[in-house]
Structure formats: C-alpha cells, structure tokens
C-alpha cells in the first residue's frame, strides 16, 4: 500500500486571492473586515473535501521585510506594499481557524512560506510519502519530483516534473536558476537584463546549471542560440546580479523551526475552537457545518 499523499498549502496565495475577489460586505458587528478569513476558510473545506487528506501543513508568511533574503538584498520584494492592519487581522484568523481545523501550521520571522514547504516536502518524501505542493506560485514548481504535483487549486491546474519541463523548457531542479537568469519581477529580483525565457531555458539545456554555464561561459558565442555573442556579453556583465539572484530563487529545506515539528497528521477538529471563532467572525451555518464535517 503506498503511502499517503502530504499537501502543503501556501496559504497567503488563497488569503490574498480571497481578500481581493471576496466582496467588501463580509464584516463582524466591530466593524471588522472578514472577507479574506471567509474566502481561506472555504478553500481549506473545499481542500478537505476533495481530497479526504490525513496530511496537511500549512504555511504562512511572516517575514515580508524580515527574512534572510532581506539581507542578502533589500530590494528583495521591495515593490510590494505592506499589509493594510485590516488585512494582518484576518491573517492571525486564518491560521487559528486552520489549527482549530487540526491542521499544522507553520510560520518563521527568517524564512518564506516557501522554505517552509520547501522543508517539509523533503522530510515527508524521504519517508515515501508523494508531495502535492497547492499553491498558485510557479517558484514552488522546483520542488517537483517523481510522483509530485504543484496544484493550482482555484484554477484546478497541476503540473508533474514532466509538465514543469514543458511549460517551462527546464526541468524542475533548473528552476531556480532558471528564475536567477530571467528574473523574478513579482518578488523584484533583477536577474541578467535582457536574457528572456526561451534563452534562459536554451542556455540550461546546453549547460544544466548556473555554475556550469559560468565555468564555460567562453563557449556560449559559439552556441546555435539567437544572439549567442549578445547573450555571452549579458552573462559576462552581469555575473554577479546572476549569482545574487540565485540565492534568492533557491528554496530552503533546512528550516529549523520546521524540522523541529514536522508533523503533519491531521488531528481531530477541535469544535468548540471553531465555534468560538466563527461566533467572532459572525460566519453562517453553511460554511461553519461544513468545516466541522470536513
């Protein structure tokens, strides 16, 4: 009998989709905003419900101006704005309805959602369990491997290591340097001006890696690549933004705080727990059934 499927649910994608397309209307008696925490909660019945999973992580972000990269480049994310407070609000709500749900919930001041799943997706795989990665972040598409899937959940897209290579002409374990070459404008980071997709993907299948291409950087003029001789001049000058963009693109796996408690069994739902909170968040029958039955 093969193992259990583990999802690991980056839940600051489904926050923010449902604060943007939830209608402002949702609000408690204070006033409250509750759109976003109704919207989550929702998608994680939805989740339970079609995919009856014993092995849920979820994992949020904390460190938007906090985490390591930070410190390897300020810029880094730089172009987004802050959290408005009624929105930081329904963050703190939706992983207290996700733990009252019994599902494990993950956050750390230093390393993204994204280490943190990146973590706990080596732990369970190397215990035989396959990884289903939800979340709507190609960034994620990296830790793909045999018997893994990325899912778009609102879109219902899903992407195995042989469908990552042809979206996106690398294979999962190029993707990072494939985002180090191009460039990554959601979370600011630069890369080489002017190497677009298709280069950045012809130039891995020829070399495989970053630290190969530099370590024969000379033979790329003479590549059957469109402007070859204009990408050897890109890559020459620009080394450095390459080299630092990579080691921003690269997913941890060995966040500390996760390995410290990496399991993620679902335990029972805790029904006073979420009825307390959806007295709070003044959320109907409806949903509040469903979550308890999920």
Known sequence: MSASPVYLVDASVYIFRAWFSMPDAFNNARGEPTNAVYGFTGFLCSLLEQTSASHVGVAFDESLTTSYRNEIYPEYKANRDPAPEELKRQFKWARAVAEAMGLACYADPRFEADDLIGTLAVHWRD?????????????????????????????????????????????????????????????????????????????????????????????????????????????????????????????????????????????????????????????????RQRCLRA
């Open 127 to 287: 215990r035989g369990h396959p990884v289903c990665l939800v979340t709507s972040d190609k960034d994620l598409t990296q830790l793909v491997r045999e018997n893994d899937h990325w899912w778009d959940f609102s879109r219902n897209r899903k992407l195995g290591a042989a469908q990552v290579l042809e979206r996106f002409g690398v294979s999962p374990e190029q993707i990072a340097d494939y985002l180090a070459l191009t460039g990554d404008a959601v979370d600011n980071i630069p890369g080489v001006p002017g190497i677009g997709p298709k280069s950045a993907a012809a130039l891995l299948a020829h070399f495989g890696d970053l630290d190969r291409l530099y370590a024969s950087v000379d033979e790329v003029p003479y590549l059957g690549i469109r402007g070859a001789k204009s990408l050897h001049r890109k890559l020459v000058e620009h080394r450095a933004a390459a080299e630092l963009a990579r080691q921003l693109t690269v997913i941890r796996t060995d966040v500390p705080s996760a390995l410290e408690s990496p399991e993620i069994a679902r335990r029972t739902t805790d029904d006073a727990a979420l009825n307390r909170l959806f007295d709070e968040l003044e959320f109907g029958g409806m949903l």
